[in-house]
């Protein structure tokens, strides 16, 4: 039982280059989410999905898009990486229901040069 | 909407000596509270939720509804609970974390 996986864990991107951060899950759970994790800020959901087919927009998802064609599935892509962008991300995931644990990833340390 | 305060952004301590992490929150439904641990460059890991009420590596958090915080305490602090603590309020049916902007605990001998 692997829980949250995410890759890569390091990348560097040049300024206007796109890429995919993976993140798989093998608990069978309905909730996926993508966080970034800055400074002095703590974590922002960037969009997070309720189930396969579903998606939605969290508090900074400008610059990033989502798809969940698989429950077990998140893929977060950077469409025109900006040095804005530099952050760790983490997928989350849970079983979408109150009073559950939120399982997360060891995190994507990305560098926009 | 919702919203999780940690007021400080760094706590220093000596070991042995009582840890209280603040946290305070605003959110018009029924709250669910969740205290999570990021060591040095890991995945944050889940510490401690009221719902549970119980005492994870010491720790402990009461939540108090009339003053809307979720303080984590712990009697005795250990150099090995340097870390990064992370409140969080999870609302939209269990779908959604809203994090205060975490509390770099220090413990120096």
């Known amino acids: 039982n692997a829980g949250v996986t995410q890759t890569p864990k390091f990348q560097v991107l040049k300024t206007g280059q796109s890429m995919t951060l993976q993140c798989a899950q093998d608990m069978n759970h309905e909730y996926m989410s993508w966080y970034r994790q800055d400074p002095g800020m703590g974590l922002r959901l960037i969009h997070y999905s309720v189930g396969a087919g579903i998606t939605d927009q969290g508090e900074v998802p400008n610059g990033y898009n989502v798809s969940r064609s698989t429950t077990e599935d998140f893929p977060l892509r950077l469409l025109s990486a900006a040095p804005s962008q530099t952050s760790v991300y983490f997928c989350a995931s849970g079983p979408g229901t109150s009073g559950n644990t939120i399982y997360f990833g060891e995190g994507s340390w990305l560098t926009v040069v | 909407a919702q919203r999780v305060t940690q007021p400080e952004k760094l706590l220093s301590v000596f070991k042995g000596a009582p840890v209280e992490l603040k946290c305070n929150y605003s959110?018009?439904?029924?709250?669910?509270l969740f205290w999570y641990v990021q060591y040095s460059r890991q995945r944050l890991q889940l510490l401690l939720r009221?719902?549970s009420r119980e005492s994870i590596k010491g720790f402990t958090a009461d939540l108090n509804k009339g003053e809307t915080s979720f303080h984590l305490k712990k009697p005795f602090a250990q150099e090995e609970d340097s870390a990064m603590y992370y409140c969080?309020?999870?609302?939209?049916?269990?779908?959604?974390?809203?994090f205060g902007t975490g509390t770099q605990l220090k413990v120096e001998l």
């Open positions: 009221h719902i």
């Open positions: 959110y018009s439904g029924s709250p669910e």
């Open positions: 969080a309020l999870l609302t939209g049916g269990g779908n959604k974390l809203t």
